[in-house]
């Protein structure tokens, strides 16, 4: 039941995110994506918490168990499974992200039945199915924490990671006619897209061809630093913006 439940609302929000932008959501649903990998992290925490929990008693209580009937029932899991996280692994999103590593976990259950089966037709040591488990497990929680990190940055309104806001703001000084620049904003929509908004102050003689060519090369040059979404205020040398910061 948690599978569906959570397949189903990260397929529902996922859909919902390409929805256009409209008078009630001005950036668009992109971020009902992220919100979608926060809750499915969560399902996917618990859900291992749960694993955990049956596994570490079942060290000190192995239970006896059929390899014959567990091989053939892991084949087909693994097969099962698999076959959906091959077809999801070319997702990019956070919510795609962290829906693949829920599908891996539970392919990462089958291959413990698999391996747990084949050892147990040669050798009787149960207390292998729950050590596997439990490292499995372990490596998948890793994941998700990692994954739980990036979406929050994002929800927090965070720098994203491959970007620096003194090298962007000293990139675009550095074109000719900046003079200044403050109130620089970088942050990312839903992980992939990033955004920017800043002021940069300029001479009092600039006319509006310079003004247009400025902003036209600073367009491109953040573009190129992975920026897609910009908006540049123009503060003239004798101007008080009255906005030098976010304070
Ligand atoms: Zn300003
Ligand atoms: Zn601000």
Not at 41 to 61: E, Y
Not at 93 to 119: A, C, M, Q, Y
Request: charged share 15%; aromatic share 8%; with cysteine.
């Amino acid at each position: 039941l948690g599978d569906s439940l959570s397949l189903g609302i990260a397929w529902f929000l996922e859909n919902y995110s390409h929805k256009n932008p409209d008078s009630r959501f001005s950036f668009g649903y992109a971020r009902f994506s992220v919100l979608g990998a926060l809750i499915n992290s969560f399902i996917l925490f618990a859900g291992a918490i749960l694993i955990l929990s049956k596994s570490i008693p079942r060290i000190f209580h192995p239970e006896a168990v059929d390899p014959q009937g567990m091989l053939l029932l892991a084949i087909l899991g693994i097969a099962v499974n698999g076959l959906a996280v091959l077809r999801l692994k070319k997702g990019l999103s956070l919510n795609e992200k962290v829906v693949s590593w829920h599908l891996l976990e539970d392919v990462f259950g089958w291959v413990v039945i698999l391996i747990t089966s084949i050892v147990l037709m040669y050798v009787n040591i149960p207390v292998i199915d729950p050590i596997l488990s439990i490292a499995l497990t372990l490596y998948v929680l890793f994941n998700v924490i990692k994954n739980v990190k990036s979406i929050l940055s994002v929800l927090l309104e965070g720098v994203p990671d491959n970007i620096s806001v003194q090298d962007i703001e000293s990139k675009i000084t550095s074109v000719p006619g900046v003079m200044a620049i403050h109130h620089t904003h970088i942050w990312s929509l839903e992980g992939e897209k990033n955004l920017l908004s800043t002021h940069i102050v300029i001479s009092e003689k600039a006319d509006h061809q310079e003004i247009i060519l400025l902003k036209r090369q600073i367009r491109a040059l953040l573009m190129r630093n992975g920026i897609a979404h910009v908006t540049i205020e123009t503060d003239f040398e004798s101007e008080d913006c009255g906005s030098r910061s976010c304070e």
